[in-house]
């Protein structure tokens, strides 16, 4: 047994430095005998004992670096901390495993190096409006510097920029004074506008109310002259009609007695409103008023009949 155990523990070790599986989305680098190899892929593999062995194990997926915070000083002399993600990914696992030792930490130090340079580059506003000009200008100069260790560099995104305490305090006090103005010059702006409006409107108002006048004004002045027209057509239509009418048989008598009927309702109106009435002398008596109506008609038929059919009124 104890043989057998023995036997068993050599075999058990033969089979694991001899047959090697590499998972998916890594790289083995093979070395025999101190010198490299291959490169083993995904899959099963065959190794020589005791000649050949496994010597690094490269992990080919995107691999996301955080980057230390570290103090970088802007163009203006303003000093801020920065840290950021770094994502990179091994292309190459033969220069990644023989071109330098710790590539992990040799990117995030270029990463820093890389990114101070940039943040000197620019104003303190800048870096808050520009990350994405950062972002790419870092990954340019990094993915260049990697290029020998086999080392794609995809992105890089900043985290936080925080400025000094006081710079903060400056910064609220400069933002909240351009609010300030901002809402200043959309108020004055507003009450333009709707003083502008106010003056159209009322001038619109105006010109309405003008053009209704005019209009007004037309239309009674179309009124009276077609009134006037109408009362001119009556007037010479009834004018007419009297003629018509006196050259009639009987027709100067017709208007002669309406002529007189008219006077004496008249006269008669003047006696009903006033209490005292002054009439000519030859008003005063009977006579006078048939003489006053003769006078309008022309006809008086003579003073013996109306002496004779009026008592009391005497010839001469």
């Known amino acids: 047994m104890i043989y057998f155990t023995l036997f068993f523990v050599v075999v058990l070790f033969f089979i694991i430095k001899t047959f090697i599986i590499v998972p998916q989305q890594y790289a083995y680098i093979k070395e025999r005998l101190g010198v490299p190899k291959d490169v083993l892929q995904a899959g099963f593999h065959f190794l020589i004992p005791f000649i050949e062995k496994v010597k690094y194990k490269q992990n080919l997926k995107e691999v996301a670096v955080d980057v230390r915070p570290q103090l970088c000083t802007t163009r203006d002399n303003v000093v801020v901390e920065v840290d950021g993600i770094l994502y990179l990914q091994v292309v190459d696992p033969y220069k990644a495993s023989y071109g330098i030792d710790n590539f992990y930490l040799a990117t995030e130090q270029l990463a ?40 794609k560099v995809n992105r890089y995104e900043l985290k936080n920029i925080t400025p000094p305490k006081s710079i903060i305090i ?22 333009r506008q709707a003083r502008i409006n106010r003056s159209m409107g009322e001038r619109q108002e105006a010109i309405n109310l003008s053009e209704g006048d005019k209009l007004k004004l037309v239309n009674e002045a179309e009124g009276k002259a077609a009134e006037i027209e109408l009362i001119a057509e009556a007037t010479a239509n009834g004018l007419k009609a009297i003629a018509d009418s006196i050259s009639m048989q009987g027709g100067k008598q017709a208007v002669q ?38 006078k309008v008609t022309n006809t008086f038929p003579g003073d013996a009949s109306v002496a004779q059919t009026t008592p009391g009124i005497k010839k001469g």
């Open 112 to 151: 820093q190096t890389t990114l101070r340079s940039e943040i000197g580059k620019m104003l303190l506003s800048q870096t808050f409006s520009e990350r994405e000009t950062i972002n790419t200008n870092v990954v340019r100069q990094i993915d260049e510097a990697t290029d020998p260790w086999g080392i």
């Open 170 to 191: 400056e910064m609220e006090n400069q933002m909240k004074a351009e609010r300030e103005r901002r809402s200043e010059i959309i108020t004055s702006e507003g009450d």
């Open 257 to 294: 007695l309406q002529i007189t009927q008219e006077y004496l309702e008249g006269l008669g109106k003047v006696f009903d409103k006033s209490k005292t009435t002054v009439l000519p002398e030859t008003l005063a008596n009977i006579k006078g008023v048939f003489e006053g109506v003769s």
